[in-house]
């Protein structure tokens, strides 16, 4: 690693808080992503489906 | 007679084609693995110059390279607020569908953006000014920007009816665009800490090379980051209200048997 001066503890918490923040926006979107997926695939799974996607198989 | 063929079946152009939720997630699924390396390229050669290939400030020594996370999420915040104005008008004049999906998944991501500037101007102005914090324009209007953003936030999650609460949610957010170009302008308008615009001025940037190479990079990065996440969340968006209205039709089901 290369020699940040005497501020080096300003620089290195502002890159980890900013990586933290951006790591937790992610898994943010993704868990949310996931989630939501699961719940419409258990709506399709019970037979609910939009009125232009036919009637249930 | 042919006349009326015509008006029936219009021609579709691509603005009608993305009004349809469905076409549009078909669309730009494809985008999304592009993008997410493009992402993680831009930040890894970002963050190489950002700490191995740019020099030292001859003022500020190595606080300088804060400069390469504040900047793009400081830009951010504010460009994320463009894109949720634009959607608000898109929402209130041509009721574009995906115009309140975009308004909704921007938000979370805008604040989180206006934090982080917030953050690391902080740790960046310590060691440079000797100050965490100042009430000044600049500063003070960045913090009104993160309230204006967690009340957009609040405000969604206090409707039940998502369509009613978009036309609210974009006279709000239209209303709050006054405070973009008070931020914008305040480093001119009122005496402050803050440096003026140092970038994109008419005389050209005020920097040499080697720092704007890295600036550049991670502003690119960021901005892709952004764009990445705006889409995902906006496909899951269109999920939640293809859940929703399902759930209500199971209960109507329900109902009438």
């Not at chain 2, 349809?20 to 730009?28: D, E, I, L, S």
């Not at chain 2, 290939?53 to 190595?62: F, L, R, T």
């Not at chain 2, 440079?128 to 609040?154: H, K, N, P, Q």
């Amino acid at each position: 690693m290369i020699d940040l001066g005497p501020h080096a503890l300003f620089i290195v918490s502002a890159y980890c808080g900013v990586a933290l923040v951006v790591a937790a926006l992610i898994g943010w979107t993704l868990l949310d992503a996931r989630r939501t997926e699961r719940r419409l695939a258990d709506l399709e799974a019970r037979g609910i489906r939009r009125r232009s996607a036919g009637p249930a198989a | 007679m042919s006349a009326m063929t015509v008006v029936s079946a219009p021609k579709q152009r691509w603005w009608n084609r993305i009004a349809h939720p469905g076409q549009f997630v078909a669309w730009t699924r494809p985008l999304l693995w592009p993008l997410v390396l493009c992402t993680a390229l831009l930040f890894a050669v970002g963050l190489w110059f950002a700490f191995f290939n740019s020099p030292q400030d001859y003022q500020m020594g190595d606080t300088v390279r804060i400069m390469y996370v504040h900047v793009p999420t400081a830009w951010l915040s504010q460009f994320v607020y463009a894109t949720m104005a634009v959607s608000a008008l898109g929402s209130l004049v041509w009721r574009h569908p995906l115009a309140d999906v975009a308004m909704k998944a921007a938000a979370p991501l805008g604040a989180s953006f206006t934090a982080l500037a917030l953050f690391t101007g902080s740790l960046w102005g310590r060691p440079t000014w000797g100050t965490f914090w100042e009430w000044d324009g600049r500063m003070t209007s960045t913090l009104v920007l993160l309230f204006i953003y967690l009340g957009i936030i609040a405000l969604w999650r206090a409707f039940d009816d998502q369509l009613r609460g978009a036309r609210v949610i974009a006279v709000f957010t239209l209303v709050g665009a006054v405070n973009i170009p008070i931020i914008k302008f305040s480093v001119d308008w009122w005496s402050t800490l803050h440096q003026p615009a140092s970038v994109f001025r008419a005389d050209g940037p005020r920097m040499p090379g080697s720092i704007l190479t890295p600036l550049f990079v991670m502003f690119f990065a960021f901005t892709f980051l952004f764009i990445t996440l705006q889409l995902k969340s906006m496909h899951t968006e269109i999920k939640r209200r293809r859940v929703m209205s399902l759930e209500r039709r199971a209960v109507q089901g329900a109902a009438d048997a």
